[in-house]
Nanobody
Framework: QVQLVESGGGLVQPGGSLRLSCAVSGSISSINLLRWYRQAPGKQREWVAVSTSGGSTNYADSVKGRFTISRDNSKNSVYLQMNSLKPEDTAVYYC????????WGQGTQVTVSS
């Protein structure tokens, strides 16, 4: 059983930065994919970024060049560094881990507003 706990959300002004963290219980070495998703009010959940066990990363076009996903296997954690934040980045951000089963965290709220 794997559990995910996100943290680091909050209120930030446009142009600001936040770093989200996702702590993964147990070893993440068996996890093939670590992904971030987000869901804005009234919208469907959308994929944001992915980190594979092989070290590859990929991003949604809407965040490419502004967000960076990273993972630290020694700390069983995955991070999402978000720079140049825009009001349209406001959403609940979820961590997702995929091995034989897909696991989800409870989400952390990010609000970008002046």
């Amino acid at each position: 059983q794997v559990q995910l706990v996100e943290s680091g959300g909050g209120l930030v002004q446009p142009g600001g930065s936040l770093r989200l963290s996702c702590a993964v219980s147990g070893s993440i070495s068996s996890i093939n994919l670590l992904r971030w998703y987000r869901q804005a009010p009234g919208k469907q959940r959308e994929w944001v970024a992915v980190s594979t066990s092989g070290g590859s990363t990929n991003y949604a076009d809407s965040v490419k060049g502004r967000f960076t996903i990273s993972r630290d296997n020694s700390k069983n954690s995955v991070y999402l560094q978000m720079n140049s934040l825009k009001p349209e980045d406001t959403a609940v951000y979820y961590c997702n881990a995929v091995g034989r089963v897909s696991y989800w965290g409870q989400g952390t709220q990010v609000t970008v507003s002046s």
